[in-house]
């Protein structure tokens, strides 16, 4: 499985984007998946994560409420909808997968990567 992420770009506080994480083989409904980011200079961290079916989500404590994380497996993608967005959002994300649900919220678990879409966030 390979995992393609789009949707970045440049957007004033308070808008919105909806990022997406593609991913080239059926068999992505066996992984759950995630979304990360990392601003300069800064550690990759955890920004949300979804179960195999959808059904359990997780989010950091400063996207809860303006983040939503969904997927849809009958198109092998996972999404990231961002709303009400901060400059100290603005970052480099990446969407990451791994077959066990509990490993995704740390970066240095997971083998299963994205390329990056940058985000970046206007004051």
């Known amino acids: 499985v390979q995992l393609q992420a789009s949707g970045g770009g440049l957007v004033q506080a308070g808008g919105s984007l909806r990022l997406s994480c593609a991913a080239s083989d059926r068999a992505f409904s066996d992984y759950a998946a995630g979304w990360f980011r990392q601003a300069p200079g800064k550690e990759r961290d955890f920004v949300a994560r979804?179960?195999?079916?959808?059904?359990?989500?997780y989010y950091r404590d400063s996207v809860k409420g303006r983040f939503t994380i969904s997927r849809d497996n009958a198109k092998n993608t996972v999404y990231l909808q961002m709303n009400n967005l901060k400059p100290e959002d603005t970052a480099v994300y990446y969407c990451?997968?791994?077959?066990?649900?509990?490993?995704?919220?740390?970066?240095?678990?997971?083998?299963?990567w994205g390329q990056g879409t940058l985000v970046t966030v206007s004051s």
């Open positions: 990451a997968a791994d077959f066990d649900y509990n490993r995704v919220i740390l970066a240095s678990n997971l083998g299963l």
């Open positions: 979804i179960s195999q079916r959808g059904g359990l989500t």
